[in-house]
């Protein structure tokens, strides 16, 4: 009954940008933290953005590797979290994952896939050279 369907996956080169949606529905998800992890082919996952829930703003963390170049979102009614990506880089490529957990915990512990209770299917991006 709760589901989280990410969207917006595909093929670019190298420098070019996408944006990842991921559309959370069967509960209120109002005090959750929205992450993004990905997992490229024989690898294991990883995380890459997270964004908490507050009352005047919503704290985001990032992983290195895409400081800078990757934004996290999420609108007002915390159903619906995306991930601007720009300056894209082969390294970039995997399967991204969005996810849900209560917001409870210090940033930190996002890093972490234990937090996060629902979990999509993936969305493929592919970052040619």
């Known amino acids: 009954q709760v589901k989280l369907v990410e969207s917006g996956g595909g093929l670019v080169q190298a420098g070019g940008s996408l944006t990842l949606s991921c559309a959370a529905s069967?509960?209120?998800?109002?005090?959750?933290?929205m992450g993004w992890f990905r997992q490229a082919a024989g690898k294991e996952r990883e995380f890459v953005a997270v964004i908490r829930w507050g009352a005047s703003s919503f704290p985001r963390a990032y992983a290195d590797s895409v400081q800078d170049r990757f934004t996290i979102s999420r609108d007002g009614a915390g159903n619906t979290v995306f991930l601007n990506m720009n300056s894209l880089k082969p390294e970039d490529t995997a399967v991204y994952f969005c996810?849900?957990?209560?917001?409870?915990?210090?940033?930190?512990?996002?890093?972490?896939?234990?937090?996060?209770?629902?979990w999509g299917q993936g969305t493929q991006v592919t970052v040619s050279s």
């Open positions: 069967g509960r209120t998800f109002e005090n959750y933290a």
């Open positions: 996810a849900a957990g209560p917001s409870d915990y210090s940033t930190s512990y996002y890093y972490k896939q234990d937090p996060y209770e629902y």
